[in-house]
């Protein structure tokens, strides 16, 4: 049942030797799936994840969702990095960026030969990646940029709009009327950059995420073992939840 659950969900951007404030080193990384692995943590399917959130499947203890926010050409690293423990994890794309050839993101064939290999599944970060405001004009255009988003990632990975109902919100910032423009698009899982696991507590928005860039392992298994367990899931939920409302407004879920 849903009420059981409580599955971190993990969020990184950059995999690399190049230091900054959303990158982790390779080897750090290396480290956080090791731990895992050793632990005996097992990674969801998006499936997998909407069942046990929608309460159709239980899982067992142990088990999270990865996640990675941009579209990084670091992305072609964590695959080979994931399928050595055994890993799979969401990918979740600003879309025009790759359209576009940006070489600070994944290439468009990598995301297709990624997405055939069942390593990576690929979801929405936004086509453009901007901040919006309340007006009109910014609630239209937020519109259209969710719209392209969707429409690329179903073009380009051959898939059914119904399989593209993933959304992580740029800095993890949304408003209900923006939640409910993502929903029209077809984005009714909608994430959030908040600790906490997801527990029963939970719904299909503003689901919070473990931001694990650059953490030190020691600090990252102390966080995971305090969100393996449903209380601990939960607190940090209702922490961080007040945090985020006091940093942001509230107007800001």
Not at 51 to 57: F, L, M, P, Y
Not at 104 to 128: K, M, N, P
Not at 212 to 222: I, L, S, V
Request: glycine fraction near 8%; aromatic fraction near 10%.
């Amino acid at each position: 049942m849903a009420a059981s659950i409580h599955v971190p969900v993990l969020l990184y951007h950059h995999v690399n030797a190049h230091p900054s404030a959303t990158t982790t080193a390779p080897q750090t990384f290396r480290a956080h799936l090791q731990w895992l692995a050793e632990q005996g943590w097992r990674s969801l399917t998006l499936d997998e994840f909407e069942a046990a959130v929608a309460g159709r499947a239980a899982v067992g203890p142990r088990r999270f969702l990865l996640t990675y926010d941009d579209g990084s050409p670091d992305l072609s690293h964590c695959a080979v990095e994931m399928e050595a423990f055994g890993f799979t994890g969401v990918a979740f794309l600003i879309t025009g960026r790759v359209q576009q050839g940006d070489p600070d993101c994944i290439a468009t064939d990598e995301v297709v030969r990624l997405a055939g290999r069942g390593t990576l599944e690929f979801q929405s970060h936004t086509h453009r990646h901007v901040r919006v405001g309340a007006s009109a004009e910014e609630m239209e255009a937020l519109a259209a940029d969710l719209a392209a988003s969707h429409a690329w990632l179903t073009s380009t990975l051959g898939r059914s709009p119904d399989a593209v109902r993933h959304l992580a919100w740029p800095w993890g910032r949304c408003t209900p009327a923006m939640e409910t423009l993502a929903r029209e698009a077809g984005f009714d899982w909608q994430y959030l950059v908040q600790r906490g696991s997801v527990t029963h507590v939970s719904t299909q928005l503003r689901l919070p995420r473990l931001c694990a860039d650059g953490m030190p392992t020691a600090q990252f298994a102390k966080w995971m073992t305090l969100m393996a367990s449903r209380p601990g899931g939960m607190l940090t939920n209702y922490v961080f939840g007040a945090i985020r409302r006091m940093r942001h407004g509230m107007a800001y879920w």
